[in-house]
Structure formats: C-alpha cells, structure tokens
C-alpha cells in the first residue's frame, strides 16, 4: 500500500447542509410560486410610482451585493426584500403605461401564464421526437398568425411553405440569409462568396449589417440605398434597381435584400411589391423585416402595408413587441422551408431517429442556429385562445387611436410640429418655437428637451435623428397606458418646453 494511509481517504460523504436537499420540492415550489405570483401583481400595481427611467448610476449594484455566492441557503423572503431594494431601483420599466420610448413591449397574462407554462415543462424540443407537442403547436400557431395577416399558403404549412419562431429578428434574418447564401453558393461554387452583394436602406435596422458579416457577406458588398424626407424615408426601387444593375454590370452577384414594414427609427414602409418588381429575375431573395409594424396587419385596415407579399421570401414580425407577447418571440415565415434545411440541417448520430430519418416530421433545429429551442409556441397560443382575433384587433386600434390623440395635441399647438407622417403608434415630432432659426439651434433646443423630461422619471421617450434632423420619438403602446397617461405625458413635455423657452430667451439674448 506504500505510504497510503487510511486518514488520506474520506469514506465519509461530503457534509450536507440538508441531507434532503431537492431542489424541486413540490410544497416549497407551491409555496414560492405562489408568493412570486404576489410579488409580480404587486409590482404591476405600483409600477407608476417608480422612476420609468433608471435613475442609478453605472455600478451601483456591485457595491450593494456581497462579493461571492452565499455557501447557505438563504430565505426566499430575504430575497425578495433585495429584488425590492437592489434589483427594481436598476430596472427601466419597460411595462410602466408611462413608457413611451423605442418600440412598446408589450405583454398580458396570458402571455404570462403561456409563459410560466413553456417553463414548467422546459422542453429541449430540437427534433419532433424531443416533444411532438412542441413542434406541433408552433406549426399551428405559425399557420393561425399567416392567416391572421392574410399571407398566401405559399407561407403556411398547410400550403407548401412554413413558420419558425425565432429569439430576435437578428436570428430571423441570420437563417434567411444563410438559406439564400447557401443557394447562391450552391450554384456558384464557395469561392464566389466574395461576389455576393447584400441591400437595406439607410433606414434598415442596424442589426443587418451584423447579421450579414457574420454571414461572411464581404463588408465591402453591403449596399445601403439612401432614403430621403421627400419619400417620408422609405427605400426606393428606382435607385434599388440602379445599384443592383451597376453591381451586375461589374461581376457581382445581388445576393439579399431586406425591406421594411415599420423601420425602427420613424416607421416607414418600403414599397413592397415595387421592391419585388426590382428582385424579379435578378435571383436575389426578398425578405420583410416587419418587426413592429407587421402586427398592425391583423386589421384590414392595415393590411395594404403587407401588400405585395405574395411576392417575397420570407418574412418575420416580432410578436413581443406589439402583440402581447413576452421577449423572445420572432415570427419568421419563409416560401422554402427546404432552403433553411439545407443549409442549417445537422445529423448527429445521438440525435438519430426513425421520424426524422423518414423526412415525416419537421426538426426545427434545422430552421434556426441553436439545437434547444424553447417551447414558445404556447405563448402565442394563449394569447390568440385567451383574446380571440377581436380582442387582438382592439389591442391594437387602441393604441393608434392614441397616438392618434397625441398627434392632434401637438399638431394643435403652434410650439410643435409633426416631422414624418404618423403611420402606427409612433408619434415623430419636434420642439419648435422659432420657425425660422438655425436648424442646429433647433436640434440642440430638443435634445435639451428630452433630457428634461426624461429626468423627471415620469415619461420615457427616446429620439432618433432622420435627414439631419432630431426628432422625439412618442411610441405609444405598452400594455397599461391609457388615455390619461398619453395626456399627462404630453402636458409634461409641454409645460418643459415652455420652461425651455423661458431659460433660452436669456441664451439667445
Ligand atoms: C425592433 C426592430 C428590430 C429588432 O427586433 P427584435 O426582434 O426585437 O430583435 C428589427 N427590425 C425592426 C424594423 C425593428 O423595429
């Protein structure tokens, strides 16, 4: 045994706290579940009384939390005590009916409830095997929110395409775009990948750009087409076919183009189906990234925005933004299912089975870049089940009602004006008291504006800059607001204007 002695072995097992210890113990999980139900209605209750936007400081919360991981366990309550004093403090409350910056996010209970649902089962669903429910449910789902915007059965399972949901529109145009590259390079053979040339507008959501390098699109053949006011800042098919024809005439080969439907900075609509005429017979694939605007769609009356979408290949919206639904949920339709699979498609040996070697079923690993996915279809499924299409409708004429309503305050006031056209719920306007003063001036005069009332942590709203000029973005739509918040905010940004005024008479004289 050489110098081996018996105290150099533990035969004892490791001391345990609690030689009980189960981590999903159903009482206590009952029991905790139930408290944090509270907590989170609590929370919603009160949301008006914190502070929209984050007051904190970058840092504040390492000085505020021990260095390492308590080694005992620690009472359920205790924590809660610190989500209350540490954690809510650092949150900009995206569901406060007081935020009106970026894009609404917006959420309801039976979003919630799907939620809690897709996390009780915690399904890996990668292939039909890993939980048929899962992947059956999103088919469903994909082909009951096609046909809620009225897209042709070249899009739905039960025609000859398919839906997928996806994390983000990022993820969404990553797997478009792989598809169409791989095709491309199919016929063209690997090496040309440096003659593949991608489009957007400068209006197109700075997420494409990073898409397409990761893509290996080379930087130097990502083509912006620019916009202007005099199109309220939509892509223009005459210069789309300018570029893409002088791009052909020196050897390249239009690989991509990205459209919107609602563009993140002013929501303008770029014309779809003349967009379609350019891409025809040019091989070049068509996507729509309609991430906000696209739920709109769900009423006739917005419809037409979609029109000509027969003609593209694919498609996404992202119902977390406007359809009640919780992050992450992109909705991505696409005319060629196969392309996704071919290009995406892995086949290990400790994921083989006989569905999925018989080409019966759909393994929607091979329609996005991970292998687990999450079983995010129930959301969506309890949000339709729970609201019915007339309630979604409502939801969604409600909010542009109000913003509606705002654009009137500000159209009716002789300090303001409106910069683009109102399209959805989002309300682009300036601060602008003295018509004819120096453009910088007048962009300085709303910066200065935007801080003010943003600091008040009454309103959040953001701004965004479109032909030089600076405008305040008033995005109406998370969940609680009502028409008594739309009116406070705007009498808020009103009385800071005429404060602004005043102060400035003393800097201009
Ligand atoms: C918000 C937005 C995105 C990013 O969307 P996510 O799905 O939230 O990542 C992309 N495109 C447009 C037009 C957007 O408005």
């Not at 089962?121 to 990668?126: E, P, Q, T, W």
């Not at 729509?288 to 009356?301: H, Q, T």
């Amino acid at each position: 045994m050489g110098s081996l002695h018996e105290s150099d072995i533990s035969l004892s097992p490791p001391q345990l706290l609690n030689p009980e210890f189960n981590p999903l113990n159903i009482q206590e999980f009952r029991t905790q579940a139930h408290r944090m139900v509270d907590f989170i209605a609590d929370y919603y209750q009160n949301i008006e009384s914190y502070p929209v936007l984050s007051q904190v400081e970058p840092g504040y919360l390492r000085s505020r939390l021990p260095e390492s991981a308590p080694y005992r366990p620690e009472p359920f309550e205790d924590i809660l005590r610190d989500v209350k004093s540490d954690i809510i403090p650092g949150m900009t409350h995206w569901l406060s009916p007081n935020f009106f910056a970026f894009f609404p996010a917006t959420v309801s209970s039976a979003a919630f409830v799907g939620e809690m649902l897709c996390t009780c089962f915690n399904a890996v669903g990668f292939n039909w095997l890993a939980s048929p429910a899962a992947t059956e449910l999103e088919m469903v789902v994909m082909d009951w929110l096609a046909k809620l915007l009225k897209l042709p059965k070249s899009f739905m399972f039960s025609g000859s395409g398919g839906g997928v949901i996806q994390g983000t529109t990022s993820e969404a145009l990553l797997v478009a775009l792989i598809a169409a590259r791989d095709r491309a390079l199919t016929a063209l053979g690997s090496h040309n990948i440096k003659k593949l040339v991608v489009y957007g507008s400068d209006q197109t959501h700075s997420t494409y750009t990073k898409v397409c390098k990761v893509a290996g699109i080379f930087p130097s053949n990502i083509r912006v087409i620019p916009t202007t006011s005099d199109d309220d800042f939509a892509m223009s098919p005459t210069l789309l076919r300018k570029v893409m024809e002088a791009d052909v005439a020196s050897g390249l080969v239009p690989l991509f183009i990205c459209a919107t439907v609602g563009t993140t900075s002013t929501t303008a609509v770029d014309p779809i189906g003349q967009l379609a005429d350019v891409a025809e017979g040019t091989g070049a694939w068509l996507h729509v990234d309609a991430a906000y605007g696209g739920s709109a769609c769900i009423c006739p009356e917005f419809r037409h925005f979609l029109d000509g979408i027969e003609r593209v290949d694919s498609l996404s919206l992202s119902p977390h933004k406007w359809l009640l639904s919780y992050l992450d949920c992109c909705c991505l339709w696409v005319k060629q299912p196969n392309l996704l699979v071919k290009a995406l498609s892995t086949n290990p040996e400790y994921l083989r089975n006989k569905r999925s070697e018989l080409d019966s079923v759909v393994d929607y690993k091979d329609w996005q870049v991970g292998t687990g996915r999450r079983f995010k279809a129930l959301r969506l499924w309890l949000v339709m089940r729970s609201y019915g299409v007339a309630n979604l409708q409502i939801h969604i004429r409600s909010d542009i009602r109000m913003a509606k309503m705002f654009e009137g305050f500000v159209k009716s006031d002789p300090l303001f004006e409106m910069v683009v056209p109102r399209t959805f719920s989002l309300v682009c306007f300036r601060f602008n008291p003295y018509k004819d003063s120096d453009p910088a001036y007048i962009n300085l005069l709303n910066k200065k504006l935007l801080d003010l009332v943003n600091t008040t942590g009454r309103i959040y709203m953001t701004h965004t800059v479109a032909g030089e000029v600076y405008m305040l973005r008033f995005a109406v739509g998370a969940t609680l607001t009502g028409d008594r918040h739309v009116y406070a905010a705007w009498k808020l940004i009103k009385e800071s204007a005429e404060a602004l005024l005043k102060r400035s008479y003393y800097i201009v004289s």
